[in-house]
């Protein structure tokens, strides 16, 4: 870019593509001058943005273009520095393996609790009773296989588990 564009005035007569390439000087000073030197892309295309808006907004009876698009681009700069600053201020990063240790702690915990709390309910249970839980839902029986094994009707162990299902809601809300 030669010397001559730096020193043109800006107008919003200009097409916006003309004026963006022009202020590109201007968005790097206020980006170092606000001390961003990371993101520095995201923080440029927020000035582009601020740009975009100064020119739909200008109005060339209220000053220079040039003073307008300065303090425009570095408004939005900083609003954008402070939203960030207070996101990180509310955030914790936790690093993925950290959530992961928490997560299978909190799982192991979840899983001890469930055992601990089948022990107990299985010791209120008559051995019968745990008998057709265990072929029922662990080894997946029907209703005739369980009444043959226990020399059972088949009603009959319909109706025990459908009585153990109402005793076991009742001893897990306790």
Known sequence: M???????????????EEILELVQPMITSILLKCHIYKDF?????IAAIAVWK????????NGQFSAYIYS????????????????????????????????CQQEQINRLEACLL???????????????????????????????ELFLSVAAVKKRRT?????????YRR
């Open 2 to 16: 030669s010397q001559d564009k730096h020193k043109q005035l800006l107008s919003p007569q200009q097409p916006f």
């Open 41 to 45: 892309a995201y923080y440029r295309h």
């Open 54 to 61: 100064a020119y739909q907004k200008a109005n060339p009876s």
């Open 72 to 103: 425009t681009v570095k408004g939005e700069i900083l609003k954008e520095l402070t939203k960030n600053k207070q996101f990180q201020d509310n955030v914790t990063f936790v690093a993925d393996d950290k959530l992961n240790s928490i997560r």
């Open 118 to 148: 089948v022990d107990t309910i299985m010791g209120n249970l008559k051995e019968v009773d745990r008998k057709i839980l265990q072929l029922y839902y662990l080894e997946g029986y029907t209703y005739d296989e369980i009444a043959k």
């Open 163 to 171: 009585r153990l299902i109402y005793k076991l809601r009742s001893l």
